[in-house]
């Protein structure tokens, strides 16, 4: 099992640009998450999915992001446009229902200039 | 205020102390527990999980919950350099649902 797939590793782009993180989760994990982890407000759950379909997303800071689950062995999350507040790990994460062992991608460093 | 506070450290230890963690949590709803570790420049991975009061044991590790005081805490007995890393307590209302995360503990384990 290669665990959980997230690309790029490092991101540096321009503000203003748009920028789109990918994450494999592992096979037959029905739940995906998208956290953001910074210094000042720790880990943060931005979204979560569900059998492919969002179920909560509360926690997008604004209409600037938007994550999508095509189908379940892929999802993206798009900041468009990106500003320098954005600079971040985000990180992936899948689990099997009902289940608290999420494993985690090793994340997305994201910084906007 | 925060759901759940945790100390964010640095706590250094030398090696074959026992570290002392704690998180303290305001919503009585929660009902699960866990203790994630997570290494520099890596995503957390679980440690240890718990759903009732009391302690739970896994080699070096001790976890306890005290719901009536919201005060969880993981002990790491005979600590090792190895264990140099940050400790997040999680928390979750009902199984199957999202995880809240506290902040991290930072731990150094001096040789």
């Known amino acids: 099992d290669a665990g959980v797939i997230q690309s790029p590793r490092h991101e540096v782009t321009e503000m203003g640009q748009e920028v789109t993180l990918r994450c494999k989760p592992i096979?037959?994990?029905?739940?995906l998450f998208w956290y953001r982890q910074t210094m000042m407000r720790g880990l943060e759950l931005l979204i979560y999915?569900?059998?492919?379909?969002?179920?909560?997303d509360s926690g997008m800071p604004e209409d600037r992001f938007s994550a999508k689950m095509p189908n379940a062995s892929f999802s993206t999350l798009k900041i468009q446009p990106s500003e320098p507040r954005d600079s971040a790990v985000y990180f992936c994460?899948?689990?099997?229902?009902?289940?608290?062992?999420?494993?985690f991608g090793s994340g997305t460093r994201l910084t906007v200039v | 205020q925060k759901e759940v506070e945790q100390d964010p450290g640095p706590l250094s230890v030398p090696e074959g102390a026992i570290v002392s963690l704690n998180c303290t949590y305001s919503?009585?709803?929660?009902?699960?527990f866990m203790w994630y570790r997570q290494y520099s420049r890596k995503g957390p991975e679980l440690l240890m999980y718990?759903?009732?009061?009391g302690n739970k044991e896994d080699g070096r590790f001790t976890a306890q919950v005290d719901k009536s005081s919201k005060y969880i805490s993981l002990f790491i007995r005979d600590s090792q350099p190895s264990d140099s890393a940050t400790y997040l307590c999680?928390?979750?209302?009902?199984?199957?649902?999202?995880?809240?995360f506290g902040g991290g503990t930072r731990v150094l384990v001096k040789p």
């Open positions: 994460a899948s689990s099997r229902d009902r289940a608290f062992a999420y494993t």
């Open positions: 096979s037959g994990h029905d739940y």
């Open positions: 999915f569900n059998n492919n379909v969002p179920i909560d």
């Open positions: 919503n009585s709803a929660f009902q699960y």
């Open positions: 718990t759903y009732s009061s």
């Open positions: 999680a928390l979750c209302r009902a199984a199957g649902n999202k995880l809240t």
